[in-house]
């Protein structure tokens, strides 16, 4: 039993370690590539990808027309 708890806890790690560094690749590109840009490509995004852009690019007019066009897609 404690092997099995031991082999999933590890699966876990590397899986944790792995969606770590995703993570930090996709930050370090957000901050490389224009906001703007980024923002307007995952209004695409099937589902809730319209939600972003939507909310957190207020400001900008083309992600606020983006997020709509993604919206009714």
Do not use: H
């Not at 082999?7 to 590539?33: D, L």
């Amino acid at each position: 039993m404690k092997d099995k708890i031991r082999e999933i806890y590890a699966k876990i790690q590397v899986a944790y370690k792995t969606v770590k560094t995703f993570i930090i690749k996709v930050k370090v590109y957000i901050e490389e590539v224009d906001r703007e840009d980024f923002y307007s490509a995952v209004a695409y995004a099937p589902f809730i990808g319209w939600l972003f852009p939507l909310y957190i690019m207020k400001d900008s007019p083309r992600c606020q027309e983006n997020a709509k066009q993604g919206l009714f897609l």
